[in-house]
């Protein structure tokens, strides 16, 4: 049986799951998510509780399991509580703001670089280059912070470059001279 699968998720209170025509749909304080489900898993309501169990025994099947337990899990996590990715901006004269549904950074390119917020996240800009991706669905939260650390990644010789808050940057040494 898949470990993962076999832990039931818990719902907290204000949170509403249902299960029709093999679609997930969750709501809750902050939103409400769906998600569509393979007729191989099925979900059972047990005291504020849901326990994912699948038809039969196919390595595909138990694939399954684990993972739409642990979709279920996050949708549950999103519109509770949220998700947010906390990124770094570092580099002299490096800086970002929103304006409008747009954040707009600097990042010593020759033109500053427009980035179009999608619906449902939610971007902050701090003060000292910290930029705040935030948002009920894990997946889309983690994807626009991945498309943002590209438009600039981490280089090893300086540290510049945008990265999240708990990234290490592996630095290398410099060319030294030679007498």
């Known amino acids: 049986m898949s470990r993962i699968g076999k832990i039931p998720v818990k719902i907290p209170q204000g949170v509403k799951v249902d299960f029709q025509d093999e679609l997930i749909v969750v709501e809750g304080?902050?939103?409400?998510l769906t998600q569509?489900?393979?007729p191989v898993i099925n979900f059972q309501m047990k005291d504020g509780e849901i326990l994912v169990g699948r038809t039969n025994e196919e390595k595909q099947t138990k694939?399954?399991?684990?993972?739409y337990r642990n979709l279920l899990n996050n949708m549950v996590a999103g519109v509770s509580s949220g998700f947010s990715k906390t990124l770094?901006?570092?580099?002299?004269?490096?800086?970002?703001e929103v304006q409008d549904k747009l954040l707009v950074m600097?990042?010593?390119?020759s033109m500053d670089i427009y980035v179009g917020i999608p619906e449902g996240i939610a971007v902050s800009a701090e003060a000292g280059g910290k930029v705040i991706v935030s948002g009920i669905d894990?997946?889309?939260?983690?994807?626009?912070?991945?498309?943002?650390?590209?438009?600039?990644?981490?280089?090893?010789?300086?540290?510049?470059?945008?990265?999240?808050?708990?990234e290490k940057i592996r630095r290398k040494v410099g060319k030294s001279g030679v007498k």
Do not use: C
């Not at 901006?89 to 970002?96: E, Q, S």
């Open 29 to 32: 304080p902050k939103g409400k």
């Open 36 to 38: 569509k489900y393979h």
């Open 63 to 67: 694939a399954f399991h684990g993972l």
């Open 138 to 166: 894990k997946q889309r939260v983690g994807e626009f912070a991945a498309q943002i650390r590209k438009l600039r990644k981490p280089e090893p010789y300086k540290g510049k470059g945008i990265r999240y808050e708990n």
């Open 88 to 96: 770094i901006i570092t580099g002299v004269g490096y800086r970002a």
């Open 106 to 109: 600097n990042l010593g390119y």
